[in-house]
């Protein structure tokens, strides 16, 4: 009876504790946005666009942190949101804090110097790589595959903690980053004695991040029932990850610049990644609708193929037809543009239906030949007046379809 008590009270505490991390979180993002805004510093110099974005992404973190944690105070992937809310809500605060205090108004301000070397430290990422190999590892039990690869998080944490030291001993240059880093003025000397092991220490770091990503493959991989729909859930928010940083690399070509349009296509698309991933966390813990991602992803593939097809024939048509156009009356016409819209209205309902019956034959055999069958049976049905026959059929296609233990039909008599 008293330790059930005690643990009620320790949740109760941790639920605090979490609102609390909320508020710090409130005060530090807006007073950081504030101060951006004051100074004319977008963070890191990258854009208005870029750093609200970041906002709203953060933002999504620690509500879907304090979500999990309040209704499972002990699972660590809702603290790891939190955490990684707060860091980089503080990363928007120093940057403002130091802009001001460095080089808006010089020496007005206490603790600049700190500032600037703990946010240079949170731009390398060193706390952010290891938060990110945590919930890779946890997810979605909270605890990790096997004992063995509990010790990539041991690892994580020395790396972590190796590159810290270099960074304040030995600050290797980065980018756009507008203050002193090297506060110790080791100068020279100590960058190229400890710059070996900064790169062996960012490529251990690379390599725990990658462990821990096999670690939730092997899991998916080896998962049944629900654990396995969770794991969909977030493999497929993590699916836009990748698309949005090439997206990205194709645009950085213009960003010194001008933003275009296209690198802001890939950072939308990262941050989309970024916000499903923990907003798919949130609905895989609570166990909400866990089946509905089988027919998001077949709809996406489905619609994802198609609207890329029509998009390659929408082009394909407007210039040959303005070719042709050209070669026979010398100049273009607005027609060619309505016959291209024509041919897609009239192709949009057979190119669905034959992607989606070749995405069925190819990932969703079982579903595809169930459907198949059934529809076999539902034609034939409308010619079968024996009781026994269609009796006997009907077991045949229970059987094909759903593949049960055993089988028996039973008919009310008159």
Not at 7 to 35: C, E, K, M
Not at 279 to 289: M, N
Not at 296 to 302: D, H, Q, W
Not at 358 to 379: H, L, Q, T
């Amino acid at each position: 009876m008293e330790s059930s008590k005690n643990t009620i009270l320790s949740d109760r505490i941790l639920g605090w504790l979490a609102w609390f991390l909320v508020g710090v979180f409130v005060i530090l993002l807006t007073s950081g946005l504030a101060l951006q805004v004051v100074t004319q510093s977008p963070l890191y110099g990258v854009g208005w666009l870029a750093t609200i974005l970041e906002a709203a992404v953060v933002c999504v973190f620690v509500v879907v942190g304090v979500l999990i944690v309040s209704r499972h105070t002990r699972h660590p992937v809702g603290w790891i949101w939190i955490c990684l809310s707060i860091f980089t809500a503080q990363d928007h605060f120093a940057w403002g804090y130091a802009y001001y205090g460095y080089i808006v108004h010089p020496g007005s301000l206490p603790g600049v110097n700190v500032l600037i070397v703990w946010l240079y430290l949170q731009v390398r990422s060193t706390l952010g790589l290891l938060l990110i190999t945590l919930l890779l590892l946890l997810f979605p039990t909270g605890r990790p595959l096997s004992h063995r690869w509990g010790l990539v998080a041991w690892i994580a944490l020395g790396v972590v903690s190796i590159a810290t030291l270099i960074s304040v001993v030995a600050p290797v240059p980065f980018g756009y980053f507008p203050f002193p880093t090297d506060l110790l003025v080791t100068g020279e000397p100590a960058r190229a004695a400890l710059g070996p092991l900064w790169v062996i220490s960012s490529l251990a770091a690379t390599l725990c991040i990658l462990a821990a990503a096999l670690s939730l493959l092997i899991r998916l991989r080896r998962a049944q029932g629900v654990e396995r729909q969770q794991l969909k859930w977030v493999a497929y928010a993590a699916a836009f990850l990748p698309f949005g940083l090439i997206i990205m690399n194709l645009g950085e070509s213009r960003l010194d610049a001008d933003l275009s349009w296209v690198w802001f296509l890939g950072l939308g698309l990262v941050f989309i990644g970024f916000s499903g991933i923990a907003l798919a966390s949130a609905i895989a813990i609570f166990r909400y609708r866990l089946w509905d991602i089988d027919i998001i992803i077949r709809r996406t593939l489905v619609y994802g193929a198609l609207t890329a097809t029509l998009a390659v024939v929408y082009l394909a048509s407007i210039v040959l037809l303005q070719g042709l156009f050209v070669a026979v009356s010398g100049q273009q016409s607005a027609v060619a543009v309505v016959i291209s819209t024509l041919v897609i209205a009239a192709l949009f309902t057979p190119l669905r239906r034959r992607i989606q019956n070749d995405i069925d034959r190819r990932f969703y055999r079982k579903k595809y030949d169930a459907e198949k069958v059934v529809a076999v049976f539902s034609a034939g049905l409308r010619e079968e007046v024996d009781i026994e026959q269609l009796s006997e059929r009907l077991l045949a296609v229970v059987e094909e379809t759903l593949q049960p233990e055993s089988l028996s039909l039973w008919l009310k008599e008159e």
